[in-house]
C-alpha cells in the first residue's frame, strides 16, 4: 500500500532563517506531486504540483520554491522566512491517470515564524 | 476562476440531530468533487468524490449528493466522533489534477 511521510511535524524558526521541509511518498512510482498551505481563518492553498522529476509548478508567487529530485521525494524550500509564511503546510500525492484523482495527504508540517 | 463556497463555516449539533452541509462550486469543466474530513492539527482525510449530477455516495452516517452548481453532505444522526472539519473541494479539466478547496465546515456534535 502507498504511505506519505512528511517532516518535520513541528518547525519554530526565526525571521530570516531559511526552511526545508521534506516530503516522500512510498509504494507507487511517477505519483502527482503538491505542496499546500492551510493558514488559520482560510482554505488549503495550492502552493507548487509535480507530474514529474524536475517539473515544478508554482501557483502562487511567494517567498518559497520547490523541488522534486527523485520521482517520490518532493521538498519544499524559503532562503529567507517571512512572518507571513507561518501556516500548516500539507504535502500530497495522487496517482497520474485521465481520472479525477484523489489526493492523499500526508500529516502536516506546522511552521511558525517568530 | 475556480470557486468553492462551503456554508455553514461552523455548525453545533446534539448527538443524532441530523443536518447538511453545504458546497457551491463555478468550475468550467467539472473532472470531479471531492469531500474530505480534518480533524485538528492532522491532514485531510478522504471521504467522496462526486462525478456528474445526480450522483450520490455513502459511507456510515454520511451521504454525499452532486448537482451542477453544488454538493451536500449529509449527516444522519450523528455522533460525538463526525466532529470534524469537512472540506469539498473541486477538480477541472482545465487545471490539471490539483484540488481547489473550499474553507471548510467546522462540525462539532455534542453528547
Known amino acids: 500500500s502507498q504511505t506519505i511521510h512528511q517532516w518535520p511535524a513541528t518547525l519554530v524558526q526565526p525571521v530570516g532563517s531559511p526552511l526545508s521541509l521534506e516530503c516522500t511518498v512510498e509504494g507507487t512510482s511517477n505519483p502527482n506531486l503538491y505542496w499546500y498551505r492551510q493558514a488559520a481563518g482560510r482554505g488549503l492553498q495550492l502552493l507548487f504540483y509535480?507530474?514529474?522529476?524536475?517539473?515544478i509548478s508554482s501557483e502562487v508567487p511567494q517567498n518559497l520554491s520547490a523541488s522534486r529530485p527523485q520521482d517520490r521525494q518532493f521538498i519544499l524550500s524559503s532562503k529567507k522566512l517571512l512572518l507571513s509564511d507561518s501556516g500548516f503546510y500539507l504535502c500530497?500525492?495522487?496517482?497520474?491517470?485521465?481520472?479525477?484523482?484523489?489526493?492523499?495527504f500526508g500529516a502536516g508540517s506546522r511552521l511558525t515564524v517568530l | 476562476e475556480d470557486q468553492v463556497t462551503q456554508s455553514p463555516e461552523a455548525l453545533r449539533l446534539q448527538e443524532g440531530e441530523s443536518s447538511s452541509l453545504n458546497c457551491s462550486y463555478t468550475?468550467?469543466?467539472?473532472?470531479?468533487l471531492f469531500w474530505y474530513r480534518q480533524d485538528p492539527g492532522k491532514g485531510p482525510e478522504f471521504l467522496f468524490t462526486?462525478?456528474?449530477a445526480g450522483e450520490e455516495k455513502e459511507k456510515e452516517r454520511l451521504k454525499a449528493t452532486l448537482t451542477k452548481k453544488e454538493s451536500f453532505l449529509h449527516i444522519t444522526a450523528p455522533k460525538p466522533e463526525d466532529s470534524a472539519t469537512y472540506l469539498c473541494a473541486v477538480q477541472a479539466y482545465d487545471s490539471g489534477y490539483a484540488l481547489n478547496f473550499g474553507k471548510g465546515t467546522s462540525l462539532l456534535v455534542t453528547p
Open positions: 500530497a500525492w495522487s496517482p497520474t491517470g485521465s481520472g479525477a484523482n484523489v489526493l492523499t
Open positions: 462526486l462525478y456528474s
Open positions: 468550475v468550467s469543466g467539472l473532472r470531479g
Open positions: 509535480s507530474v514529474g522529476i524536475g517539473q
